[in-house]
């Protein structure tokens, strides 16, 4: 019989008890740095790259955040007036400031002074909506905020709140930017439409529809992938059977949802390549390449 007292039991028990014993330098840290983590003081043990997918976020969110601002200041080449072709981060143009044929519902807004972009009313909301994005979140909270940069890396964080203050508790309104994106994806569809229009009046189609409409569809595939979305359509059922429209919708959604984050990155893709397309027509760059009309 093998008693408390024997050695062996005591030298185990010493054994195991040393790496669970923090650093002095991190007694009151959190996380991997807590009273009961393993004594490790190298942030990783990992021998792979692990910081090259964080690496290539940062700079494919850094690259589209450049392009985007600097195009929704410079209020040139957005609109298409032979082909009604509008970009989508002019998109809708309210005010007094947008050029003829832009504005397709009015001007309620004066003309507005060079540091507020003419799409200034849904972008915003937009940006809420891809900032409170579970996908993008994992995103930025690894390559941009260290939180933390990748599995089994210990993040620079001494302490973790989680989304329960400012400015993280603003994650919590993800379902309300939902709805505004809703709207605005209405808006970009009835843009793509209105862009079948011909130089001479009429039906018209061109290269530039397809890349309209391309980029409509994928933004309503990511929009409706939405985790919030998901929730909405079937999270609070507690019997599928006796709901078999909303079951439906919910699976249909689920599916579409294992492609959230692929959508979150193609979107951003076909936004600046729509913008882009825009730009060189409306400048005369190039020719639009039309196959009617």
């Not at 933390?148 to 964080?157: F, N």
């Not at 605005?184 to 397809?210: E, K």
């Not at 689920?254 to 984050?261: A, D, F, V, Y």
Request: aromatic residues 16%; glycine residues 6%.
């Amino acid at each position: 019989m093998i008693t408390a007292a024997d050695p062996k039991i005591s030298e185990a028990s010493t054994v195991s008890a040393a790496p669970t014993a923090s650093p002095a330098s991190h007694s009151a840290g959190t996380g991997v740095f807590s009273r009961t983590r393993a004594r490790i003081t190298a942030r990783t043990l990992r021998t792979d790259r692990w910081w090259l997918p964080p690496l290539f976020t940062a700079f494919g969110l850094g690259a589209f955040v450049v392009y985007a601002t600097i195009r929704s200041f410079v209020r040139t080449a957005y609109w298409v007036p032979e082909f009604h072709y509008l970009t989508p981060f002019y998109s809708p143009c309210l005010s007094d400031s947008c050029v003829p044929g832009s504005a397709h519902f009015g001007t309620p807004f004066p003309e507005l002074p060079m540091w507020i972009p003419l799409g200034f009313v849904v972008l915003p909301f937009l940006l809420g909506f891809r900032l409170t994005c579970y996908y993008y979140r994992k995103a930025y909270y690894r390559s941009v905020w260290f939180s933390p940069p990748a599995c089994a890396v210990a993040e620079p964080h001494a302490r973790y709140t989680g989304e329960s203050r400012l400015p993280l508790i603003v994650q919590n309104a993800h379902r309300y930017f939902f709805y505004v994106a809703l709207v605005v994806s209405l808006v970009n569809t009835y843009d793509a439409i209105t862009a079948f229009h011909g130089s001479g009046g009429g039906f018209g189609f061109g290269l530039g529809n397809i890349v309209l409409g391309v980029n409509v569809i994928l933004l309503w595939a990511y929009t409706l992938s939405c985790h919030s979305c998901r929730h909405i359509a079937g999270g609070r059922l507690k019997n599928f059977s006796a709901h078999p429209v909303r079951y439906w919708y919910w699976t249909q959604i689920s599916k579409l949802n294992t492609r959230h984050m692929a959508l979150a990155w193609t979107t951003l893709g076909t936004l600046v390549l729509t913008d882009f397309y825009v730009m060189l027509v409306a400048s005369q760059t190039i020719s639009d390449l039309r196959f009617v009309n």
